[in-house]
């Protein structure tokens, strides 16, 4: 064993060194994303000489307070493919960072109160199968069974028709996810800074050669920002301005129960998504508020609405306590669609407009940030996500798939 | 918990209340010079932390549209005023 692994048993990783005055990449933010990109700079690249800058602790962010779904059943070709290829690197990721990640696919269920929905539904599992992902339409009859616990669902307010049933959907724990890349950066080389604040980014000739810090300057060959919530901010110090506006989305659990529910469910009409944790809490949540705000506090009409459409599903919750309740930021874009890679200013590349849903995003997100820092090349999978886009007026609209089932 | 805006014509709501109507852009109202311009007006957000200028509906009461000056950081509204 290194000397210097005997000195880190207690630690994941190194702490914070000194800053150095340059590095071939800077990244900034410390969630999934921007840890996701450092470590597949590392792995896939051998790109080491890689600093990344995170104003709060790692996983401070969304990264740290979302509610951990998986899934790949969007509603568009270029968004199913997408989020697919991110499941199959999740699949595959506790292996790779010899970290478990407690992925559990047990299944997303999309319920159907309406005609309609049924066939809206019907036509994204055609959708989502051509390109060969699991989704396919249930009865109602198939939903009762799989989910003995859900109420009985004709007696409903808003009665169950039927399901868009996602196998391959679930689970994975948000915290291993941000330690276990983290730790991976870390041993590859890479350095991690908490407590950094990006406040400046120098732009000369129309390109990014580096960032201002509390911490002091430092000049770099390429410059990620991976803020997610915040990214309206750090975009603007480089002059970038974003179809991006910052709202607040909240989730709360139960005290722990029995292991009742195996699955998630998801109401787009009650704005409701539950899930059962591996604690036995019950994890409930909806969707954002309408209005932008950067203050991550929670609101009392969440939790009221929140839980009448929640025990519309299970009843019997009525008896269980509320534990905790939590709100993050989202950076939400109008076609419900990330904004990835190149921007008008050269060597600055992009990882925004993550909504509701970016967690799943994760991994190909560092993948491909990494082969374009790599390259030189936006990899064809991100190239319909360029901010471009909405200049050319070609927007992915994920609205019907993204809304409330993150 | 919560925060609470004046309606000009009503008085003191909480949020809930309320439509948001997104941040007053600079300029609207004038033609856009060519398409970027359009995409910009159409798109484009400062998305500020700190003073913004929004517009807001009094939807479960009056039915008025006015602005509002709240802070995003903190979600203070600092003053409203009818339009
Ligand atoms: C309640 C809730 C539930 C969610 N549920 C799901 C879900 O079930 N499935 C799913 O896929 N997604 C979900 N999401 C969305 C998902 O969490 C985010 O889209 C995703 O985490 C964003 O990527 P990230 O992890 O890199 O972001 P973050 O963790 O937010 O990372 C951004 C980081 O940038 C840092 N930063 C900001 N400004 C600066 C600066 N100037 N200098 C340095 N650092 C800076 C921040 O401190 C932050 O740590 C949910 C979000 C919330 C809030
Ligand atoms: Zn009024």
């Known amino acids: ?406 | 918990m919560s925060f609470v805006l004046h309606c000009p014509h009503c008085g003191p709501r909480e949020v809930t209340d309320f439509r948001f109507g997104g941040e007053v852009r600079a300029g609207t109202g004038s033609r856009p010079a060519d398409e970027r311009a359009l995409t910009r007006a159409l798109y484009l957000r400062a998305n500020v932390d700190g003073l913004q200028r929004e517009w807001w509906q009094h939807r479960a009461g009056c039915g008025a549209w006015f602005q509002a000056e709240r802070d995003t950081g903190t979600n203070r509204v600092l003053r409203t005023v009818a339009s």
């Open chain 1, 1 to 406: 064993m290194p000397m210097r692994d005997l000195l880190r048993t207690r630690r994941m990783w190194r702490p914070r060194q000194k800053l150095k005055d340059h590095y071939d990449v800077i990244i900034v933010g410390g969630g999934t994303h921007g840890l996701a990109a450092a470590h597949y700079l590392a792995r896939n690249h051998g790109i080491t000489d890689v600093a990344v800058l995170e104003r709060r602790y790692l996983g401070s962010g969304a990264a740290g307070r979302n509610t951990t779904i998986v899934r790949a059943n969007y509603k568009t070709p270029e968004g199913a493919r997408f989020y697919d290829a991110s499941l199959k690197l999740y699949e595959g990721l506790s292996a790779e960072l010899d970290y478990n990640l407690m992925f559990s696919q047990h299944g997303h269920l999309t319920l159907a109160h309406s005609d309609r929905a049924l066939m809206v539904m019907r036509e994204r599992a055609e959708a989502n199968r051509l390109l060969g992902i699991e989704s396919e339409l249930i009865d109602a009859a198939e939903v009762a069974s799989m989910v003995p616990v859900m109420a009985p669902l004709h007696a409903m307010e808003h009665p169950v028709r039927g399901a868009l049933y996602h196998r391959p959907g679930g689970v994975i724990r948000h915290d291993a996810v941000v330690w276990g890349l983290a730790r991976s950066a870390d041993r590859a080389g890479a350095e991690l800074h908490p407590g950094t604040e990006v406040t400046g980014i120098d732009v000369r000739g129309g390109r990014a050669v580096g960032v201002r810090t509390n911490r002091g300057k430092v000049s770099a060959g390429t410059v990620i920002l991976a803020t997610a919530g915040w990214s309206s901010l750090t975009a603007q110090l480089a002059g970038v301005e974003l179809p991006i506006t910052t709202h607040l989305l909240q989730a709360f659990v139960t005290e722990p129960l029995k292991p009742l529910l195996d699955t998630i469910i998801v109401s787009g009409d009650l704005h409701v998504y539950v899930s059962q944790t591996d604690r036995g809490e019950f994890l409930i949540g909806s969707e954002i508020e309408p209005w932008t705000t950067y203050r991550m506090q929670g609101t009392l009409n969440f939790l009221q609405d929140c839980s009448r459409h929640a025990l519309e599903l299970f009843p019997w919750l009525e008896r269980a306590r509320m534990l905790r309740a939590w709100a993050g930021l989202c950076d939400l874009t109008p076609d419900y669609s990330p904004i990835l890679g190149a921007c008008e200013v050269d060597g600055l590349l992009l990882s925004a407009g993550w909504g509701t849903y970016g967690f799943k995003a994760a991994p190909i997100v560092g993948h491909t940030l990494a082969e374009q820092v790599a390259t030189g090349r936006t990899p064809e999978l991100i190239a319909p996500f360029a901010l471009e886009r909405f200049h050319r007026d070609e927007l992915v609209s994920e609205l019907a798939a993204a809304a409330v089932s993150h």
